[in-house]
């Protein structure tokens, strides 16, 4: 990982905040680039409190947390990324905004500095189409919540380097997480493999096949998956879901990646999940 010494994080959301958790953690300074103050303040707050967290099981001492915060430096001004040495994009899992941001980016990063972005299922070929180095653009996609999850899924685009790919899964190993390579199709393997199994699980929810709960349980006590289909569905955002399932079945082609009417309908009612207090579940 030479000459790696700051990173710049675009996104403070959920899997920003984590991202910029580990790396300030692994004792890499890091640039958090927000649209606005507020989303700063929200992204430092749950930092912090999941850093306690942490601290309250031993895992860090109180004076490894104030060094990590003091490593962070947030921002609104996107110019504040020239000094980062690598830059990963976490922002919404939205085609349009991504090639923008990238495009953006390109501008002001060194000519030198590698452009990841942590989408979950949108073409890193294409994303890296949008800038002047397309060699240096890459997959990085974190598990959610990044913190506590080892893996990290590295998604070479048709023109990512050697070089590239070698600099990023040094860095995941850096931040403590596990890197797997693999290429640049819909959905990765990750999505590919987990989302045709949440849709089905809502399939059988539609079809009256099972409650919810017995749905999860029947995963979660056969199958020894710790978190049931639809409890997960909830804590990733039945919008999302969806979203990763349009690219599926836009990407491929194929009539199995349809994504089922109902999850259709709950995203349309707001029903999405641990976010907004509704989903397979009440929170």
């Known amino acids: 990982m030479a ?4 990173i710049g ?7 920003g905040n984590g991202i910029v958790h580990v790396a300030a953690k ?9 649209v606005e103050q507020r989303f700063i303040d929200r992204a430092m707050s749950t930092i912090s409190k999941n850093m306690d967290r942490e601290v309250a099981k031993n895992k860090i001492s109180e004076s490894d947390k104030s060094a990590a915060i003091q490593r962070i430096s947030a921002t609104t001004t996107k110019a504040a990324l020239s000094e980062a040495d690598f830059i990963i994009e976490a922002v919404l899992e939205n085609e349009e905004l991504k090639s923008k941001i990238f495009a953006e980016i390109d501008q002001i990063a060194r000519p030198e500095v590698t452009l990841a972005s942590n989408t979950s299922s949108i073409s890193i070929t294409k994303i890296a189409s949008k800038t002047k180095r397309p060699d240096k653009v890459i997959g990085m996609h974190f598990m959610n919540p990044v913190p506590v999850m080892p893996l990290v899924e590295i998604v070479r685009g ?7 790919y070698e600099v990023t899964k040094n860095l995941a190993e850096a931040m403590g997480k596990t890197p797997v390579e693999v290429n640049d199709y819909p959905g990765f393997v990750s999505n590919r ?8 699980a809502i399939f059988c929810v539609m079809e009256g096949v099972g409650t919810p709960e017995a749905i999860d349980q029947i995963m979660k006590l056969g199958m020894n998956h710790p978190l049931g289909p639809l409890a997960l569905a909830d804590l990733i955002g039945l919008d999302v879901c969806l979203d990763i399932m349009e690219v599926l079945h836009t990407g491929l082609g194929d009539s ?5 009417p109902l999850l259709r309908k709950m995203v349309d009612a707001g029903y999405l999940g641990r976010k907004s207090g509704r989903g397979f579940y009440a929170y």
Do not use: F, H, W
């Open 26 to 34: 692994s004792g890499l300074k890091v640039i958090l680039l927000e």
């Open 256 to 260: 199995k990646y349809r994504p089922c």
């Open 193 to 200: 493999v987990l989302m045709p199994m949440i849709n089905e």
């Open 3 to 6: 000459g790696i010494k700051t």
């Open 158 to 164: 048709l023109a990512t380097s050697n070089d590239t």
């Open 9 to 15: 994080v675009i996104g403070g959301g959920t899997m």
